[in-house]
Each structure stands twice: as structure tokens, then as C-alpha cells.
């Protein structure tokens, strides 16, 4: 069964320093999402992306961030300089197209600690 | 006060019994999703609702959509320790994004 893949599945990085997560959603999916789960808090919504731009964002993600879509599967999101409370889960999710039946599901997650 | 307030908090169940968590919103939904998620893991779907009045079923786990609510309930049958995790209900409203539930901690005592 088709599945989203997240890599690294651990990242452990300075603080100020720069970090990309990398997705592959599902291969017939059109929306890209990044989500955040700080640990023992809420699943938080980051970007939403689709036709190669950002479609909507959340208050969360500001200039520090950004996501792309070099190729045709991998999404990425970058943390331009991190900061300690950046430290998190970081899902990737993805969804064949909006309306019934579309369902998102999402990858294994990034496991991001900032020092 | 939170858009989508999830009910109970934690849940110790015995083996066998069955349970219910809520999910009530405080906007309308356009839908509602369930997921588990173990301890620092990903999210695993469940189920997918929509209309108002729905009712899926997964095995010995049934979601149901009350439209009139704002609310959704899932209930689990005949619990066994493979059900235990966390269990996350997550509305979509008028954005394309999901917005979540703080999580039902479910255990089940063999």
C-alpha cells in the first residue's frame, strides 16, 4: 500500500543552524502538508501546498521557513536558522485531491532537537 | 476557548470493554477526520467523516458524525491491547488544512 516516507527520522542540529526535512507524499497526490507536534501539544498545521505554491500557512511559519518541491516526488521543508523551540515532531502529509473520500495521510514524522 | 475540545483526556479501559471518545467542535465542520498515533510516532488513519448522520466502521472501531452537534464520537467494541495509543480527531473547516483535537490517551489493561 502506497505510503508518505519522511527522512531523517531523527535530526539533532545546533542552534542557528540550518535544517531540511525531506517528504515523498504518495505518488498520484496534488496537496502537500507540514504539520509540527511539539512534544505533549497539539498537532499544528504549518503550509499547505499545491500546483508548485504555497496555498495557505499558518501563523507558525514565517520567513524562517520555507518548503519546495524540487522534482516530481520529494517536498521539502527548510528551517533557514533554527531555534531551541523549533524543537518537535515534523509530519509530512499528503492528499490525492480535496472533497469526499480524499483522505490525508501522513508520514512517520521527523524527530527535530535543536541544542 | 478551543475549536475542537476532545473528551476524555486519558481512558483506562479493561480488556473487553468497550469505550467511546467525543470530538465537539465549535464551527462547523466541513469534515472530520480520526487518527492513532503511538507515543512519538506517526499519525495512522482511521476514518473519514463528512455528512452529517455518518457512520463508518473499521473493524471493532465505529465513527459517527453528529451534524447538528458540531460532534463525533468513536467507539471501540471489545477492547484489546493493540487498540491503546493516542487517539487524535481532526476537523477540517473552510481551509484546506486540518485543525486537532488535544488527544484521548487510551489504555488497555490486559
Known amino acids: 500500500e502506497p505510503e508518505v516516507t519522511q527522512t531523517p527520522s531523527h535530526q539533532v542540529t545546533q542552534m542557528g543552524q540550518e535544517v531540511i526535512l525531506r517528504c515523498v507524499p504518495i505518488s498520484n497526490h496534488l496537496y502537500f502538508y507540514w504539520y509540527r507536534q511539539i512534544l505533549g501539544q497539539k498537532v499544528e498545521f504549518l503550509v499547505s501546498?499545491?500546483?508548485?505554491?504555497?496555498?495557505?500557512k499558518s501563523e507558525i511559519f514565517d520567513d524562517q521557513f520555507s518548503v519546495e518541491r524540487p522534482d516530481g516526488s520529494n517536498f521539502t521543508l527548510k528551517i533557514r536558522s533554527t531555534k531551541l523551540e523549533d524543537s518537535a515532531m515534523y509530519f509530512c502529509?499528503?492528499?490525492?485531491?480535496?472533497?469526499?473520500?480524499?483522505?490525508?495521510?501522513f508520514g512517520p514524522g521527523t524527530r527535530l532537537t535543536v541544542l | 476557548s478551543q475549536e475542537l475540545e476532545q473528551s476524555p483526556q486519558s481512558l483506562i479501559v479493561q480488556e473487553g470493554k468497550n469505550l467511546t471518545i467525543n470530538c465537539t467542535s465549535s464551527k462547523t465542520l466541513y469534515g472530520l477526520y480520526w487518527y492513532k498515533q503511538k507515543y512519538g510516532e506517526g499519525l495512522i488513519f482511521l476514518m473519514m467523516?463528512?455528512?452529517?448522520?455518518e457512520e463508518k466502521s473499521h473493524e471493532k472501531i465505529t465513527a459517527k458524525l453528529d451534524e447538528k452537534k458540531q460532534q463525533s464520537s468513536l467507539h471501540i467494541t471489545a477492547s484489546q491491547p493493540s487498540h491503546a495509543g493516542i487517539y487524535l480527531c481532526g476537523a477540517e473547516y473552510a481551509g484546506n488544512m486540518l485543525t486537532f483535537g488535544g488527544g484521548t490517551r487510551l489504555m488497555v489493561k490486559p
Open positions: 467523516l463528512q455528512k452529517g448522520g
Open positions: 501546498f499545491y500546483n508548485n505554491e504555497i496555498s495557505e
Open positions: 502529509a499528503s492528499r490525492r485531491d480535496r472533497g469526499q473520500h480524499n483522505e490525508q495521510f
